[in-house]
């Protein structure tokens, strides 16, 4: 294999002569050995259009000549079209708050660009990866530009998903608006309540999740790019400085704007912690409703059964006819990488030290992840569950008759002591409230059909009055 030899402030180094990546790039690999998990490609796609925004910026106000911004500009849409994902190298825990991620980026499209100018890898003498590619940027305004925008292009999706399944919850509440089964609070029976009101329920917290979402996107849109290290903007130029947002902003398609404090942003992460915060939030209810749809499937036989949800696979390699409530069990995993994922988020968020957060590599990972599980867990979660469900109507109407809670309905009538009565002959008798009023006189067979008819026991109000 041939190589190249580069040299940085540390000395020289051996590089593959076919690699696009460079020194920088190669050492941290070395130095940061860590995870084995590269940069998520949305971030590889935003760091090459911060780039390509700033070789064109730099172009307009004269600092870098014409032909080499074409060409960085055709390397960066390169990069940005999927090509040369696999030279991006860096782990994704890395020191240096993003520098060698950074580093990678501008080495890659050094090299592919002087590829384009008819050079060979490393004659940077054409196109310097800091001199040409970083120039007028530090890491510090780039990186947390590119996280920020690809945060954007993973949270919209993710709310897009949410609605969707809202709307397939909301179809469920329609479908079986009619079936009376039996509310539970603290896992005991309570009154009565209809399958479409728990579904109902469900969909409600699910449009705030999207909601919060949808409008947290604002946030995430006011960046530091032009603000160099610290968010003062040296060596940018002031032209440069007020145009390459707006160039970023024609690149990406994103409404993006330039942060009114550009020290604020280049070294507060509490945005990221706020976004965090609701994806977290979305994913305690999307555990919520998975744990409750597994506990309402629970059985055949032996359960509650009151649902049946799709199946999807074998459940067991040693119980023949066995089918597991997977879906929800997966999103229920889902949910909670997502609560762990907030943890580390918050604590590299509160970590960031005066002028500058080290953390962000790992806290952007993280928070990449958590959109990213949280689209996919929404989408299983409605395609592959709740679109299927069928109601068991015969088993819910079976445990309502069973149960104690038509006496809540009837209360009103007859005071809560002969409620409590009818409770322990029920007991003791085998008997439903139901048969134990008509014996007794206490009701006549249609005074309790209006009574304990699903809608009376299912709106505001006392029941048949």
Known sequence: MTTRIEHDLLGSSEVPGDAYYGIHSLRARENFDL????????????LAEVKKACAVTNARVGYLEQDVADAISAACDEIVSGELRDQFITDVFQGGAGTSANMNANEVIANRAIELMGGSKGEYEKVHPLDSVNLSQSTNDVFPTAVRIA???LLVPAAHALSDLQRALQAKESEFAHVLKIGRTELQDAVPVTLGQEFAAWAQAIQRDWWRLYKVEERLRQVNLGGTAVGTGLNAD????YAVVEVLRDITGLPLARAENMIDVTQNCDVFAEVSGLIKAAAVNLAKIAADLRLLSSGPRAGLYEIRLPALQAGSSIMPGKVNPVATEAVSQAAFQIMANDVAITTAAASGQLDLNAFLPMLSHNLFQSLQLLRNAAVLLAEKCVKGIEANEERCGELVERSFATLTALSPYIGYEAASDLAKEAVESGKTIRELAMEKGLFTKEQLDAILST???TKPGIAGN
């Open 151 to 153: 945060a954007i292009r």
């Open 455 to 457: 809608v009376e026991m």
């Open 35 to 46: 995870s084995g998990i590269r940069l998520h490609s949305e971030l590889i796609r935003a």
């Open 238 to 241: 002031r032209r440069y400085v």
